[in-house]
T-cell receptor
Framework: GQQLNQSPQSMFIQEGEDVSMNCTSS?????WLWYKQDPGEGPVLLIA?????ELTSNGRLTAQFGITRKDSFLNISASIPSDVGIYFC????????FGDGTTLTVKP | NAGVMQNPRHLVRRRGQEARLRCSPM?????VYWYRQLPEEGLKFMVY????????ESGMPKERFSAEFPKEGPSILRIQQVVRGDSAAYFC???????????FGPGTRLTVL
């Protein structure tokens, strides 16, 4: 089956720093999605990418759909304490496959 | 503008009992997906349903688990004779089309004593 490798598994950063995380796969996907999950809540969609090479921003978040369609990255600029949570990537190709998440901790 | 609704939010069951988890998709959505999340882990796909049809149940355990999405009413994930290993957060998501973006509910946290 399709598998996604999401890295890093966790990050501990200082408030104000930039963050970068990525997902890679041996499979090709038609859509890449990035979600954020706060403790005790369901994942909330942050950014959706529909075309290879697409670069999309949502406030301080920027995500790109890799040219090969096998990878994607998410950047968060100037992190703030409320950015803490678990970030998941998901690739869609008929059905969705999720990465195992990147847990982000931001120290004030 | 109600999103995906799940209830109950928390469910406690003793070993051997049945658990029923409900999911009402977003208005206008006819595709429902169930996922399981163990503590400190990612989301694992369980089943994908459309109204009255199971489209893909490749992630469902072969025994004790079943799902339905009737013509009227919410989608139900049913776990019979629960065991401690069933303790997890169960999330439902819905989409408007088969390959459309999925929107998640708040989850049901099942604890088996």
């Amino acid at each position: 089956g399709q598998q996604l490798n999401q890295s890093p598994q966790s990050m501990f950063i200082q408030e104000g720093e930039d963050v970068s995380m990525n997902c890679t796969s041996s499979s090709i996907f038609n859509t890449w999605l990035w979600y954020k999950q706060d403790p005790g809540e369901g994942p909330v969609l942050l950014i959706a990418l529909y075309k290879a090479g697409e670069l999309t921003s949502n406030g301080r978040l920027t995500a790109q759909f890799g040219i090969t369609r096998k990878d994607s990255f998410l950047n968060i600029s100037a992190s703030i304490p409320s950015d803490v949570g678990i970030y998941f990537c998901a690739g869609e190709a008929g059905k969705s496959t999720f990465g195992d998440g990147t847990t982000l901790t931001v120290k004030p | 503008n109600a999103g995906v609704m799940q209830n109950p939010r928390h469910l406690v069951r003793r070993r051997g009992q049945e658990a029923r988890l409900r999911c009402s998709p977003m208005k206008g959505h006819s595709h429902v997906y169930w996922y399981r999340q163990l503590p400190e882990e990612g989301l694992k796909f369980m089943v994908y349903l459309q109204k009255e049809n199971i489209i893909d149940e490749s992630g469902m355990p072969k025994e004790r688990f079943s799902a339905e999405f009737p013509k009227e009413g919410p989608s139900i994930l049913r776990i019979q004779q629960v065991v401690r290993g069933d303790s997890a957060a169960y999330f439902c998501a819905s989409s408007g089309q088969a390959v459309d973006t999925q929107y998640f509910g708040p989850g049901t946290r099942l604890t088996v004593l």
